[in-house]
C-alpha cells in the first residue's frame, strides 16, 4: 500500500494569513503515462469533500486562486496565500496513480 | 450536471448485511474510462476507500475488506451497488459514492451515514 502521510495534523491560521500543507507518500506517485495523480482534497464541516487540486498542481474550476499545490516524486505541498474563514476545514491528499487509492489522515485548518 | 447520491438503511445490526446503492446521472457507466467508487468516513476520522468499479466491469478493492465487499453496477438504471458483510459497530460511518475518472473522484455524493449498533 502507498501510505500517505500529511502534516501538520492540525493548523491554526490567522485570518489573512498563509498556510501550508504537506503530503508525503511512500512511494512515487508518477504513473508510467507521466503524469502524477495526486490530488487535494477540502472537506468544509459537514459537507462531502469537494476537490482542489488535480494532478499536483491543477486547480479545479471555481477554487480561489489563493490555493496552489506543488511537488513531485513523493513530497507534495498544497498552500493556502491568504486564509479566509470559509477555508475552515479539513484537507485530505489523495493518490490514484496505484491501484490501491489511498488518502492522507486529513489536516484540521482551523482560524486562530 | 453531474450528481450522485447514496441510499440505503441508516441503521444496520451487527453481522448483518449492508447494501448501499449509488443512483447518479450526468454521466454514463459505460463510457471509457469512467468508475464508480465507495469510500467511507468515521464520524472524525479520515476518508478510507473501499471498492471502484469502472465501465468495463474490472473491479478493485480495498485489500483490507475485500472478503467483505462486493462491488456491481446496472449501467441502464445508472446505479452502483456495494454490499458489505457482517458488519460491525466499527464499520460505522458515512459512506460516500464519487465518479472517479483520470486518476480521482471528481465528484461526491452527499453521502449517507450508517451506524452499526444492536
Known amino acids: 500500500d502507498v501510505v500517505m502521510t500529511q502534516s501538520p495534523l492540525s493548523l491554526p491560521v490567522t485570518l489573512g494569513q498563509p498556510a501550508s500543507i504537506s503530503c508525503r507518500s511512500s512511494q512515487s506517485l508518477v504513473y508510467s503515462d507521466g503524469n502524477t495523480y495526486l490530488n487535494w482534497f477540502q472537506q468544509r464541516p459537514g459537507q462531502s469533500p469537494r476537490r482542489l487540486i488535480y494532478k499536483v498542481s491543477n486547480r479545479d474550476s471555481g477554487v480561489p486562486d489563493r490555493f496552489s499545490g506543488s511537488g513531485s516524486g513523493t513530497d507534495f505541498t498544497l498552500k493556502i496565500s491568504r486564509v479566509e474563514a470559509e477555508d475552515v476545514g479539513v484537507y485530505y491528499c489523495m493518490q490514484g496513480t496505484h491501484w490501491l487509492i489511498t488518502f492522507g489522515q486529513g489536516t484540521r485548518l482551523e482560524i486562530k | 450536471q453531474i450528481t450522485l447520491k447514496e441510499s440505503g438503511p441508516t441503521l444496520v445490526k451487527p453481522t448483518q448485511t449492508l447494501t448501499l446503492t449509488c443512483t447518479f446521472s450526468?454521466?454514463?457507466?459505460?463510457?471509457?474510462?469512467?468508475?464508480v467508487g465507495w469510500i467511507r468516513q468515521p464520524p472524525g476520522k479520515a476518508l478510507e476507500w473501499l471498492a471502484l468499479?469502472?465501465?468495463?466491469?474490472?473491479?478493485r478493492y480495498s485489500p483490507s475488506l475485500k472478503s467483505r465487499l462486493t462491488i456491481t453496477k446496472d449501467t441502464s438504471k445508472n446505479q452502483v451497488v456495494l454490499t458489505m458483510t457482517n458488519m460491525d459497530p466499527v464499520d460505522t460511518a458515512t459512506y460516500y459514492c464519487?465518479?472517479?475518472?483520470?486518476?480521482?473522484?471528481?465528484?461526491w455524493g452527499q453521502g449517507t451515514l450508517v451506524t452499526v449498533s444492536s
Open positions: 450526468g454521466f454514463s457507466l459505460s463510457t471509457s474510462g469512467v468508475g
Open positions: 468499479i469502472y465501465w468495463d466491469d474490472d473491479k
Open positions: 464519487a465518479q472517479f475518472f483520470g486518476g480521482w473522484f471528481n465528484y
